[in-house]
């Protein structure tokens, strides 16, 4: 944990940070709590075959498909957006610091390059030969 401290003429203020997502809390408490969950393992590597577990849809030949891409980009660790969590992951997300990948994939009907970020439960990595 990190501890900042900003002098301002007017006041002193202070800011606690997680070591491991690098949130910002006001509180020492909700800090090291932060600190204190685990993180996940990292899945994927840059360079990694995936393929959402979803349907995507091609709005020039209005055909759905499962995006198949590249790893470009690991981000976090991280807190997860709780809300996304809940709504589409089953909460399987809660309690940790998570990883999230940024994918890029060519439509496979109109050949447009696309791309977007998931956790690591909304991808399933390919083999490779």
Known sequence: MRTITRK?????????????????????????KCEARPAEPKLFRLGDLVKWREQYHCDRYNKNYFPKGRVVRVLGPMLPDEEYNIKWLQNRLSGKHVFQYEVKWPCPYCGKPSGSLFYSPELKKLKTR
């Open 8 to 32: 301002i003429p007017a006041r002193t203020s202070i800011i606690y940070q997680c070591g491991k997502c690098k949130s910002r809390y006001k509180s020492k408490e909700k800090a090291l």
